[in-house]
């Protein structure tokens, strides 16, 4: 019997690997240049940590979820996104709640049921970062700023960044209302889950893919005209650090989105390079969620975003192939041993090294040393054993010389390609 991998799931094999690592390195350094540090958190969790956290009504909860009973009958689930997460390893960890400001980043697999397609998948990665205890509208646009330094770094353009602000629980409640009216008098036309939403969670529907909830939206009320004067001001401060930093955006009123925990700040950076799925990052400000899940009232904002679709955004323009320094190749059987010996010696001083031990013909040898994009053929034969000498052929110029065996590493070292 021969296995398939399960929908939605990916294998990333070694060729696809220098573009995973130049995005992940890159994400990286940037969150290090902004003084953000990593955190790893599990990939699973009690389940109300999600339910509570993003929202009983999101799509993500109510439907999307891998959730499963551990063997004392709890309910366990894959985490579908970080932040949650984060913000519980944040509640209970005391040394750095206690910090002033608290900046985390983190990398990894992230699970959701989503019907897969390009951009789409049920297990995917994404790379965000978090920052506890201001509500300064300067980190909503560091975070934002992070996110632009990554995608620029990556060569990634013709992307748009998107903004807006959902309010807080101030200003919220009468836009809320406004708009609960204009859909009530417009139920018809609702989905089923819409005309659900309509009590429980309406700013959910400007999110609704369905047509005719869409065909609905562009004459819904818009938020940013019910802003109170704290979230207009905190709004009008995030775009005016962005537009000082030369960050082109554009303001989107009826970017709520899929995740209930935000207030303020909300952002995309879009693009109609990846087809249906056009967001390949996302974030905003998340003031209630770390005292909605069991600590202090602590201001927050953050992002996430996805490497597959960073991948996608990026292939065209790949990175070198990850190559070897030298594939040591022998004349004769009688050499292995010295030559798995050479090999040894080469690894323990750094350099990165492989043989065929089938001890078959050099041109066996050789085939096998091109599959594995070699810089360096390093011979061995009677005359080579004889002199305690290795012959280094340059794989590229085809150049060869002799070198004394103890010399091979330096050599290799200080001719890099
Ligand atoms: P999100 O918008 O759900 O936000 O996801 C962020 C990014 O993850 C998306 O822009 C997309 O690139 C990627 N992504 C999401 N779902 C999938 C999927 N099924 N397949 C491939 N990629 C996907 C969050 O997750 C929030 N936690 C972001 C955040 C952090 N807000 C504040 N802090």
């Given at each position: 019997m021969s296995f398939t991998k399960a929908p939605g799931v990916e294998d990333i094999f070694p060729d696809r690997i220098p573009g995973w690592n130049r995005i992940t390195a890159s994400a990286r350094k940037n969150f290090e240049l902004f003084n953000f540090r990593e955190v790893i958190i599990p990939v699973m969790e009690y389940t109300e940590l999600f339910s509570r956290g993003i929202g009983d009504e999101t799509d993500i909860v109510s439907k999307e979820m891998f959730t499963f009973e551990d063997r004392g009958g709890r309910s366990l689930t894959l985490?579908?996104?970080?932040t949650a997460s984060v913000v519980r390893a944040y509640n209970e960890n005391g040394e750095y709640n206690r910090l002033s400001v608290c900046k985390l980043f983190y990398i990894g697999s992230m699970f959701r049921a989503e019907r897969p397609q390009k951009g789409r998948l049920r297990q995917f990665n994404q790379f965000g970062a978090e920052l506890f205890g201001d509500d300064s509208p300067f980190y909503d646009y560091e975070v934002i700023s992070m996110m632009n330094s990554i995608a620029l770094d990556l060569g990634i353009s013709n992307y748009e960044l998107l903004i807006n602000s959902i309010g807080c629980e101030e200003c919220r409640p009468a836009y809320l209302e406004k708009l609960k009216e204009y859909y009530q008098s417009n139920k018809?036309?609702?989905?089923e889950d819409c005309v659900k939403r309509l009590?429980?969670?309406?700013?959910r529907i400007l999110d609704c893919k369905k047509e005719g909830c869409k065909s609905l939206k562009d004459a819904a009320p818009v938020l940013p005209e019910f802003l109170c004067s704290s979230c207009a001001e905190h709004h009008v401060s995030v775009k005016s650090y962005l537009s000082g930093a030369g960050i082109a955006f554009k303001e989107d009123p009826f970017l709520v989105r899929g995740l209930d925990y935000y207030a303020k700040t909300t952002f995309e950076f879009v693009?109609?390079?990846?087809?249906?799925?056009?967001?390949f990052a996302a974030g905003g400000r998340y003031n209630k969620l770390v005292e909605i899940l069991g600590g202090k009232p602590t201001p927050a904002v953050g992002f996430a975003a996805g490497i597959e679709r960073l991948m996608i955004l990026t292939e065209a323009n790949p990175p070198a192939p990850l190559s070897l320094d030298a594939f040591i190749i022998y004349s004769d059987e009688k050499y292995f041993q010295h030559s798995a010996e050479l090999l040894r010696k080469l690894r323990m001083e750094g350099i990165s090294a492989d043989i065929d031990p089938s001890c078959k013909s050099m041109k066996s040898q050789m085939k096998k040393m091109d599959r594995e994009n070699a810089r360096f053929a390093l011979i061995i034969g009677d005359e080579e054993i004889n002199e305690k000498t290795v012959t280094v052929k340059n794989t590229a110029t085809r150049e060869q010389q002799k070198i004394s065996e103890g010399d091979v590493s330096a050599f290799i070292k200080n001719n890099k390609r």
């Amino acid at each position: 019997m021969s296995f398939t991998k399960a929908p939605g799931v990916e294998d990333i094999f070694p060729d696809r690997i220098p573009g995973w690592n130049r995005i992940t390195a890159s994400a990286r350094k940037n969150f290090e240049l902004f003084n953000f540090r990593e955190v790893i958190i599990p990939v699973m969790e009690y389940t109300e940590l999600f339910s509570r956290g993003i929202g009983d009504e999101t799509d993500i909860v109510s439907k999307e979820m891998f959730t499963f009973e551990d063997r004392g009958g709890r309910s366990l689930t894959l985490r579908p996104e970080g932040t949650a997460s984060v913000v519980r390893a944040y509640n209970e960890n005391g040394e750095y709640n206690r910090l002033s400001v608290c900046k985390l980043f983190y990398i990894g697999s992230m699970f959701r049921a989503e019907r897969p397609q390009k951009g789409r998948l049920r297990q995917f990665n994404q790379f965000g970062a978090e920052l506890f205890g201001d509500d300064s509208p300067f980190y909503d646009y560091e975070v934002i700023s992070m996110m632009n330094s990554i995608a620029l770094d990556l060569g990634i353009s013709n992307y748009e960044l998107l903004i807006n602000s959902i309010g807080c629980e101030e200003c919220r409640p009468a836009y809320l209302e406004k708009l609960k009216e204009y859909y009530q008098s417009n139920k018809s036309v609702l989905c089923e889950d819409c005309v659900k939403r309509l009590e429980k969670n309406p700013l959910r529907i400007l999110d609704c893919k369905k047509e005719g909830c869409k065909s609905l939206k562009d004459a819904a009320p818009v938020l940013p005209e019910f802003l109170c004067s704290s979230c207009a001001e905190h709004h009008v401060s995030v775009k005016s650090y962005l537009s000082g930093a030369g960050i082109a955006f554009k303001e989107d009123p009826f970017l709520v989105r899929g995740l209930d925990y935000y207030a303020k700040t909300t952002f995309e950076f879009v693009t109609t390079a990846l087809g249906g799925q056009n967001a390949f990052a996302a974030g905003g400000r998340y003031n209630k969620l770390v005292e909605i899940l069991g600590g202090k009232p602590t201001p927050a904002v953050g992002f996430a975003a996805g490497i597959e679709r960073l991948m996608i955004l990026t292939e065209a323009n790949p990175p070198a192939p990850l190559s070897l320094d030298a594939f040591i190749i022998y004349s004769d059987e009688k050499y292995f041993q010295h030559s798995a010996e050479l090999l040894r010696k080469l690894r323990m001083e750094g350099i990165s090294a492989d043989i065929d031990p089938s001890c078959k013909s050099m041109k066996s040898q050789m085939k096998k040393m091109d599959r594995e994009n070699a810089r360096f053929a390093l011979i061995i034969g009677d005359e080579e054993i004889n002199e305690k000498t290795v012959t280094v052929k340059n794989t590229a110029t085809r150049e060869q010389q002799k070198i004394s065996e103890g010399d091979v590493s330096a050599f290799i070292k200080n001719n890099k390609r």
